[in-house]
């Protein structure tokens, strides 16, 4: 999917998760989206445990509860995709029609900060 289409199916969604995930790829975010659908199913029961998963540890993904609900309400198979901001603090999980032709829903949440190794200069 080029670059320029995803953005134009995130313009319109509107929420916090969409609004960060197009300023990720408008910076220079990387992006994939998957080439077929998987069945909507197998989406909702992963990531309804990954959303459980993620309130036991005091995280509430923007998006996450609402992008679950709809992709089991849809019942077709979807296509999924990820957006990462350049500088890796934010992910968005993206959720679309079976054609890749229309934004279900998008999630997101920040990851953590990973710090480089303090590299210490030999001594001469």
Known sequence: ?????LEALLAGDGGEAAVKALAALRSGGSY??????????QHVGVYRHRLQRMRMHGIEPPGLERAVRLVREQGRPVRTGMIDAVDRSWVTLLFLTEDGEALLACA???LPLVRKPLVRNPSP
């Open 1 to 5: 999917m080029q670059r320029l289409v």
């Open 108 to 110: 997101g949440w920040s």
């Open 32 to 41: 994939w989206v998957g080439d077929r659908a998987q069945p909507a199913g």
